[in-house]
């Protein structure tokens, strides 16, 4: 950037940003993040449910009521919000599907996986899951190690053949790259740009003052909503970039007329 940004909050993807996939936060990872949250308010969106927020995130991660509070989670691409209050994570909003979004999510993705010769169903659990206001497709299943999801697609042809199969089927919701096996389907609109603005709400902030670091960011890929958004955005591989990411930016909120430390996408603007 040929700027200086005024940054006020940081957004994280979970998912192969923040962990490896379905995989717990590395310890050097939690504690880099827990000094990031003492000097600004952090955020994760991912497409996972809550739960895998908890395995992931927050078991083993050690902070105070008073930095908690400042920790602002996002399920299922931010179609849901939870904060610490009272002493509890407490939902803030649900954006479900209806049912009959859920049939045709779950009918149209199987049918496409099955045309696609995507459908391997009993490998490593279920291929679709409910997740209330996500339907979400995982070739492999929903426990398939790192290394075999890894593996399956690494140019994403799979996952792009799928989304183009599916997106025109359903014009009336979002759907979206997920992770590196995975199809999210939510309501038409609600996605991470839709949790963010409900983020830059709550915190009174300016698009200007967010930065966000993902790994899904090409335009079938759930983080891309948030850089076309407008959102300033940094582009990594795996949780290793985004540790090094963290440690820089809490060096240079420590000392902020310092050069900023990472290089950033241009934002775009918001489709329409």
Same mark, same amino acid.
């Given at each position: 950037?040929? &700027?200086?940004?005024?940054? &006020? ?5 979970? %998912?192969?940003?923040? =962990? ?5 936060? *590395? ?7 827990? &000094?990031?949250? @003492?000097?600004?308010?952090? +955020?994760?969106?991912?497409?996972? &449910? ?9 078991? $083993?991660?050690?902070?105070? @009521? ?10 299922? +691409? ?7 209050? !009272?002493?509890?994570? =407490? ?8 049912? %009959? #979004? ?12 099955? #045309?696609? $010769?995507?459908?391997?169903? $009993? ?23 790192? =290394? ?23 014009? *009336?919701? #979002? ?8 199809? @999210? ?15 830059? #709400? ?5 698009? /200007? ?8 960011? /090409?335009?079938?890929? !759930? %983080? ?20 090094? =990411?963290?440690?820089?930016? !809490? ?22």
């Amino acid at each position: 950037m040929s &700027r200086t940004p005024d940054i &006020r909050a940081v957004v994280f993807d979970l %998912d192969d940003t923040l =962990a490896p996939s379905k995989s717990t936060m *590395d310890p050097t990872m939690s504690a880099s993040l827990a &000094r990031l949250l @003492d000097r600004v308010p952090v +955020c994760i969106i991912s497409g996972g &449910r809550f739960e895998q927020f908890e395995s992931q995130a927050l078991d $083993g991660f050690s902070a105070g @009521d008073e930095a908690l509070a400042r920790l602002h989670l996002m399920p299922t +691409c931010g179609t849901r919000y939870y904060l610490w209050q !009272n002493g509890a994570w =407490a939902l803030q909003y649900a954006e479900d599907l209806t049912a %009959d #979004e859920k049939v045709r999510a779950i009918g149209t993705l199987e049918d496409g996986a099955r #045309e696609l $010769g995507l459908w391997h169903p $009993g490998t490593w659990g279920d291929l679709i899951e409910d997740r209330g206001s996500q339907i979400t497709f995982s070739a492999l299943g929903q426990q398939a190690p790192v =290394a075999e999801k890894t593996a399956w697609d690494p140019d994403g042809a799979k996952k792009l053949a799928l989304w183009q199969y599916v997106s025109p089927r359903l014009p *009336d919701l #979002e759907v979206r790259g997920g992770g590196s096996t995975s199809i @999210d389907i939510t309501r038409k609109g609600i996605d991470k740009a839709y949790g963010v603005g409900r983020l830059l #709400e709550k915190l009174d902030l300016h698009l /200007d003052q967010l930065l966000f670091i993902g790994d899904r960011l /090409d335009p079938t890929g !759930n %983080d891309y909503p948030v850089l076309a958004m407008g959102v300033t955005s940094v582009a990594i591989h795996d949780w290793h970039g985004t540790l090094q =990411a963290v440690e820089a930016l !809490n060096g240079w909120l420590d000392a902020p007329d310092a050069p900023f430390p990472l290089v950033t996408m241009d934002p775009l603007p918001r489709q329409q």
